[in-house]
């Protein structure tokens, strides 16, 4: 093994960089360059459009024509873009004998110095390098680091940067200042500026700066929606917001896939609420967040689908509210959008439904709130939440308002997850199908002419089960005839 690459931040503002090769890839590494302020000179017999661009608006200088010696006059860096290993060579040697640091792209061997793969956020850069061993691993890294590092981190960058000779006038020993950056960056501000609240941000550190601020630790909860089951539904905030959380206070309905990515030595509590057996009161619920977040702690209120629909997340930001806790929203995926594509059902569509109601269901005082007269309405798709239990009440009640017997259903048990069940039918037969299957919760009620389409567009787990055989996994007919 040679000995590891010694890392570098180069300053090439105003400084003459060489840049060997006119095409795509040369492009790319004079585009890098002039965004660290250098002074390309592109040597190549002829530049790309973008290129010529550049210097017709005198940001970098071209030389005409092969390869030569000269070029590296006054360079303080070279990089090597020709798709012609002699040239590639010839730059390097040349390169060598001058004592400058050459980059031949792509060739490892060739180079005596590599560009890492960056993340960049404001001033902040994470370089990641391979030592040009393994560029394509660092490629991937350097993918989940952009999705682990959000835009607060740009804000946190500028305001330090900004504000570096005041905290070293302040805080003139390393320790108290580490100190200060510490309790800054654990409490409130990457939430504040996560949340755009720029100005209470500047507020907050100024604040924490001249100490008078309240140093105890302060917590806050964000409400996240967890999506209907499948990990890869979640959202990259969520994700972070899981990452960062010191308690999990999730729904059961949350799935193990979701939890399995949280922060490993986060507390998770299980609050229940599912749609049936126990689960926490709400008030207790309530008691929970309060208590975490005023120990200090970053709480994640983690539940099922979106919180805001028929999740009560509602009642919890008043709640929050009301006690002075900061608190945040990361939506989720709801259960009527997810089982709806998880099933190939368009909840809307120009042919058959002009649109859709969330409806909940599920005990005879909710019915009595409805209004049934529109619900009963034809060409529109009803997603009918915590409904296995009201089925018959529901057909009912549909039917006596005018909705047509023979208008299709789907019903969608553990939308999303690996043992997800689709069943089909009609109106008429709604809840005799469910109980012969046994559906249980969590299943979401699709009603309209919509969820007929399930059958021929069928793409996840198992086709639907109760729908005519002949149909299933076949092309829809007009495409046959086509
Ligand atoms: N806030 C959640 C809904 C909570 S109410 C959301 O936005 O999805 C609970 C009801 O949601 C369940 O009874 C069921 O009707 C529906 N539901 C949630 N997840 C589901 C899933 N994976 N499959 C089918 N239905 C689901």
Redesign the pocket.
């Known amino acids: 093994m040679s000995a590891p690459l010694f890392p570098l931040f180069a300053d090439l503002q105003g400084r003459r960089v060489l840049v060997v090769g006119g095409g795509p890839v040369a492009e790319r590494k004079t585009e890098a360059l002039l965004h660290a302020g250098a002074r390309p000179r592109v040597g190549a017999p002829g530049l790309t459009p973008r290129l010529q661009a550049w210097q017709a608006q005198g940001r970098i200088d071209w030389i005409e024509g092969r390869f030569d010696a000269h070029w590296l006059s006054d360079a303080w860096l070279v990089v090597a873009a020709t798709d012609d290993t002699v040239v590639n060579r010839a730059v390097a040697a040349a390169a060598e004998a001058r004592h400058l640091f050459a980059n031949v792209v792509d060739d490892a061997e060739l180079s005596t110095f590599q560009v890492p793969a960056i993340v960049e956020r404001g001033p902040l850069q994470v370089a990641i390098s391979s030592g040009g061993g393994a560029p394509m691993l660092a490629r991937h890294l350097r993918r989940q680091l952009e999705t682990l590092l959000d835009d607060s981190w740009t804000s946190l960058a500028e305001l330090f940067t900004r504000q570096r000779q005041r905290i070293r006038q302040r805080f003139p020993q390393t320790s108290d200042r580490r100190r200060f950056f510490e309790k800054l960056l654990a409490g409130p501000l990457p939430r504040l500026f996560r949340q755009q609240l720029h100005a209470q941000a500047e507020q907050h550190f100024h604040a924490m700066l001249d100490e008078h601020a309240n140093l105890g630790r302060s917590g806050s909860v964000a409400v996240v929606g967890a999506g ?2 499948d990990a890869g539904l979640l959202t990259l905030n969520a994700l972070r917001a899981m990452n960062e959380a010191d308690v999990i206070l999730h729904d059961r ?1 949350v799935s193990e896939d979701v939890l399995r990515l949280g922060r490993r030595d986060a507390t998770y509590i299980e609050v229940g609420k599912s ?1 049936s057996g126990h689960s926490m009161r709400q008030d207790d619920i309530h008691a929970l967040m309060l208590e975490h977040a005023r120990a200090g702690h970053r709480v994640v209120r983690l ?5 805001f ?3 009560r997340g509602g009642e919890e930001l008043e709640f929050l509210r009301a006690h002075g806790i900061p608190y945040e929203v990361v939506p ?1 995926i ?2 009527a959008v997810a ?1 709806a594509a998880y099933a190939g059902i368009p909840l809307t569509h120009r042919d058959h439904a002009q649109s859709v109601k969330l409806v909940t269901a599920h005990c005879k005082d909710s019915f009595d709130t409805l209004d049934w007269q529109a619900l009963a309405q034809e060409r529109q798709t009803l997603a009918v ?3 296995v239990a009201g089925l018959e009440g529901l057909r009912e009640r549909l039917v006596q308002h005018g909705r047509a017997p023979s208008t299709p259903f789907a019903l ?6 690996r043992d997800q069940r689709v069943l089909n039918g009609t109106l008429a037969d709604l809840p005799e199908t469910a109980r012969f299957h046994q559906v249980r ?4 009620l699709i009603l309209g002419e919509v969820a007929a389409l399930a059958d021929t567009l069928h793409w996840f787990g198992a086709p639907p089960v109760g729908a005519p055989t002949h149909s299933r996994n076949l092309p829809a007919p007009t495409l046959q005839a086509a």
């Open positions: 209907p089951g309905l749609a539940k099922g689908g979106d919180p629909v028929f999740g989720g709801t259960a089982c939440y915590m409904g969608i048990e553990n939308g999303s997850r919760s969590p299943a979401l």
